[in-house]
T-cell receptor, first 113, second 112 residues
Framework: GDSVTQMEGPVTLSEEAFLTINCTYT??????LFWYVQYPGEGLQLLLK?????DKGSNKGFEATYRKETTSFHLEKGSVQVSDSAVYFC????????????FGGGTRVLVKP | DGGITQSPKYLFRKEGQNVTLSCEQN?????MYWYRQDPGQGLRLIYY???????QKGDIAEGYSVSREKKESFPLTVTSAQKNPTAFYLC???????????FGPGTRLTVT
């Protein structure tokens, strides 16, 4: 079945540091890929998405590129802020699996001033 | 404002009692979902519904039940058969199945 693997956290950074969260996936076909963010005590918000190979999703300074050859969708941000402290989830959706979302385990990011 | 509401935010129950969690959306979305989130873990799908009066089991449906009598509403009942009900429950909806999902704020259920 489909699966998503994320690097384990927590990831602790200083403000203005570069952030990378690795995400790799296993799927039988050509999934759509997503990054969601969860702030403390809240639900999830869609951060960005990519629907086909080599697509780059971007939002709020975050970027991720759909790499079919390495089955990866790593999240990056060049200069993090304290307000970026949250849990980040990588997810995929595949038509062959009924388009249900499959989530990774989440990566907690803590940005210190 | 369009969105998804879940109520209440915090819910406490005694073991052996059934409890129903509310989820309402005014986004005119066809598909709705229930997830469970445990500390330090990802989300696991409990039930989903692609259209009114239809729903399917997700990966961990045992001990839960749902109904979809109205497009806007998808309540989840946590029954006494659920062995570990204490968790954070998230409801989501999407325009159709496969589109990006929009999440509610969640309900934290504690059963003692």
């Amino acid at each position: 079945g489909d699966s998503v693997t994320q690097m384990e956290g927590p990831v602790t950074l200083s403000e203005e540091a570069f952030l990378t969260i690795n995400c790799t996936y296993t799927a039988t076909g050509y999934p759509s890929l997503f990054w969601y963010v969860q702030y403390p005590g809240e639900g999830l918000q869609l951060l960005l998405k990519a629907t086909k190979a080599d697509d780059k999703g971007s939002n709020k300074g975050f970027e991720a590129t759909y790499r079919k050859e390495t089955t990866s969708f790593h999240l990056e941000k060049g200069s993090v802020q304290v307000s970026d402290s949250a849990v980040y989830f990588c997810a995929l959706s595949e038509r062959a699996a009924g388009n249900k979302l499959t989530f990774g385990g989440g990566t907690r990011v803590l940005v210190k001033p | 404002d369009g969105g998804i509401t879940q109520s209440p935010k915090y819910l406490f129950r005694k073991e052996g009692q059934n409890v129903t969690l509310s989820c309402e959306q005014n986004l005119n979305h066809d598909a709705m979902y229930w997830y469970r989130q445990d500390p330090g873990q990802g989300l696991r799908l409990i039930y989903y519904s692609q259209i009114v009066n239809d729903f399917q089991k997700g990966d961990i449906a045992e001990g839960y039940s749902v109904s979809r009598e109205k497009k806007e509403s998808f309540p989840l009942t946590v029954t006494s058969a659920q062995k570990n009900p204490t968790a954070f429950y998230l409801c989501a909806s999407s325009r159709t199945q496969g589109n990006e999902q929009y999440f509610g704020p969640g309900t934290r259920l504690t059963v003692t």
